[in-house]
Nanobody
Framework: EVQLVESGGGLVQAGGSLRLSCAAS????????IGWFRQAPGKEREGVSC????????YYADSVKGRFTISSDNAKNTVYLQMNSLKPEDTAVYYC???????????????????WGQGTQVTVSS
């Protein structure tokens, strides 16, 4: 059974940092993509950052470039999202997801991801 478990969310002041973790199990960690997505109240779910395990290529939304960094530890089957210089507009529920058929650059489109975690709340106060 594929499982994705997020952790690391919380409340932080603007300018602060958080590191989210996505622990994956139930599938091998090769030739798949893992993505981080977020959804704020009243808004659509959007791709934040994604990484391909086949070639290590990454995607970042324009709104987080230069502030967020995605990385993976294949030995631990875990993907991280380091979030620095957080802004109030980063407030959302953050989800990680797995695209089990991805070879090459990762997709930022939520509908291309097959499995989802339960989400972790990130709140940035001004």
């Amino acid at each position: 059974e594929v499982q994705l478990v997020e952790s690391g969310g919380g409340l932080v002041q603007a300018g602060g940092s958080l590191r989210l973790s996505c622990a994956a199990s139930g599938f091998t960690f090769d030739d798949y993509a893992i993505g981080w997505f977020r959804q704020a109240p009243g808004k659509e779910r959007e791709g934040v950052s994604c990484i391909s395990s086949s070639d290590g290529s990454t995607y970042y939304a324009d709104s987080v470039k230069g502030r967020f960094t995605i990385s993976s530890d294949n030995a631990k089957n875990t993907v991280y999202l380091q979030m620095n210089s957080l802004k109030p507009e980063d407030t959302a529920v953050y989800y990680c997801a797995a695209d089990l058929l991805r070879v090459g650059p990762p997709s930022s489109r939520p509908y291309e991801y097959d499995y989802w975690g339960q989400g972790t709340q990130v709140t940035v106060s001004s």
